[in-house]
């Protein structure tokens, strides 16, 4: 189980990457988002998926470690790609176009995503991404 949760934080590892790690794990998660069909049941339930390891995962971080959100838990930046990339339309430009979008408002965290970092339980860990993700998504979908 150790392992699995482990696996799960650091995306199989690429948490440990030494440079840009959030980076790393939001351009492979965009990768292997690119080959998920376009499909509402199938998107929401994987998305549902990488929600519930995410939820799990950094609350078991946060009861057993001081360090509130360290650079090598990576799962969040999976999951606000993936609340980006939901349902997008499987184009190159419009896949890059939301990593940038979504890792100036993850790196920058301008307004509510600053303050949300904040929660507690592991839930600050996730929030942040989830909320980047949501407004990357809103002004891709406006774009389109």
């Known amino acids: ?8 934080l650091t995306f199989f590892g690429a948490g440990y990457i030494k440079y840009a790690p959030g980076s790393i794990a939001s351009l492979l998660s965009m990768i292997i988002w690119y080959f998920i069909p376009n499909h509402l049941i199938l998107q929401l339930l994987v998305l549902f998926l ?3 390891l995410s939820i799990f995962s950094c609350y078991k971080h946060s009861a057993i470690s001081d360090i509130k959100d360290p650079s090598y838990i990576v799962i969040d930046e999976v999951l606000g790609m993936s609340i980006s990339l939901f349902l997008l339309p499987k184009h ?4 890059l176009l939301a990593f940038i979008i979504f890792r100036v408002f993850d790196i920058l965290k301008p307004s509510i995503i600053y303050n949300i970092q904040d929660l507690d339980n592991g839930i600050g860990i996730i929030a942040d991404d989830m909320v980047a993700g949501l407004f990357t998504f809103i002004i891709l979908y406006g774009m389109i």
């Open 1 to 8: 189980m150790n392992l699995i949760y482990k696996f799960t």
């Open 50 to 52: 990488i929600l519930l």
């Open 92 to 95: 190159i430009t419009l896949y």
